[in-house]
């Protein structure tokens, strides 16, 4: 919105110009997610505990701590994430850009799929909501339509095509089989977000890092100088990612003010799934789907964890992890929750720049 009314007065105001650069708009959007995360973020946890007296609903199957501790704790807080992204981003990007679109479309509808989820909870007080076979349809023809619409206006030339990190010039041709590739993608990563969110502080720190690190990769496949001399294939109208993407970081911040130990608000699926469904469909428009993979490793982890404990079980009778997914395995193993999410965090960091490694090392 803001680039709008730059243009019209910009051949008055020379300083305008300003605006016109990705970097100061990225960090304008950052500060102003977090600004709209500390001003409503008491306020909507306020409207939450009215109509949620008795708080999310915890895992009966879960640690038999968090019974205790986390009980009345609301959830739904991902409308305050939500809000922040979508707000900033309206502020401080070139609207015209179809990719900011197709990535707040994925975000706003994955985003409803869990605020559904979670009213379900609420409502019935129980942990399960949507049933699982529901909630994958939808996420499939939500996953659908955004990557058709992200082949439709990526250059065809690239459309399709897988690339490879530390590999220079090689990419592979998947065809129509990127269109199930491209929805496992957006699935699985709105998905563990949502598996990783089990202790305050844990998943939105590492969901931080992602979208910091995709910002830096946004910026430098948007920009022709910069990607051809990492020898990084050029996307035009890529670089326009780091706005929404330094929207996720400023409302990340925001929402850890009051997610932090002992947590005020539970992101819910409302969170989860719109922030794992943004980074998903991000990385598929910039051609980094398998550096996300290491970018966001921890994810991938905790993901694993609840995969091999469940075909351990059906297949052996025998669990390889005490709980999963993984973090729950350490509560178990008597690890304090703090030191969980601090470790977590850490290993986050270093996937993060093993990552962002591969931009250099080819």
Aim: glycine share 8%; with cysteine; proline share 3%.
């Amino acid at each position: 919105m803001i680039v709008y009314f730059t243009e019209i007065f910009i051949s008055q105001f020379s300083f305008l110009n300003l605006f016109n650069y990705i970097t100061f708009r990225a960090g304008g959007a950052t500060l102003t997610a977090l600004f709209i995360s500390l001003m409503f973020g008491q306020r909507i946890i306020n409207k939450l505990k009215t109509i949620q007296p008795k708080g999310q609903p915890i895992r009966k199957d879960g640690p038999e701590n968090h019974i205790v501790k986390k009980s009345g704790t609301p959830t739904m807080g991902g409308i305050l994430i939500l809000l922040s992204i979508i707000l900033s981003t309206i502020i401080w990007s070139d609207l015209k850009n179809i990719f900011i679109w197709i990535v707040l479309i994925a975000t706003l509808s994955f985003g409803s799929l869990g605020f559904i989820d979670d009213y379900l909870k609420i409502k019935f007080y129980s942990s399960k909501g949507l049933q699982a076979k529901v909630r994958i349809l939808f996420q499939i023809i939500i996953s659908l339509l955004i990557i058709i619409m992200i082949i439709r206006f990526l250059p065809k030339e690239i459309s399709t095509y897988l690339n490879f990190p530390f590999l220079k010039d090689f990419s592979i041709n998947l065809s129509w089989l990127f269109v199930p590739f491209g929805i496992f993608i957006i699935i699985g990563s709105s998905n563990a977000v949502n598996l990783t969110d089990g202790l305050d502080g844990l998943a939105i720190v590492p969901v931080m890092i992602v979208g910091f690190s995709f910002a830096i990769i946004s910026y430098i496949v948007g920009n022709l100088v910069f990607s051809n001399y990492l020898q990084i294939q050029y996307i035009p109208g890529s670089g326009e990612l780091a706005i929404i993407c330094g929207a996720l970081v400023g409302a990340s911040l925001g929402f850890l003010w009051f997610n932090a130990p002992p947590a005020m608000v539970f992101m819910g699926d409302t969170g989860s799934l719109s922030m794992g469904s943004l980074i998903g469909t991000i990385a598929i428009i910039v051609k980094h789907e398998i550096v996300l993979g290491i970018i966001g490793g921890l994810f991938v982890f905790e993901t694993l964890s609840v995969i091999v404990q469940v075909l351990s079980y059906k297949i052996t009778g025998k669990r390889i992890f005490q709980m999963a997914p993984l973090h729950h395995h350490f509560e178990k193993k008597g690890w304090a929750e703090s030191t969980i999410v601090i470790r977590f965090w850490i290993i986050a960091i270093v996937l993060a720049l093993v990552g962002l490694a591969t931009l250099k090392i080819r």
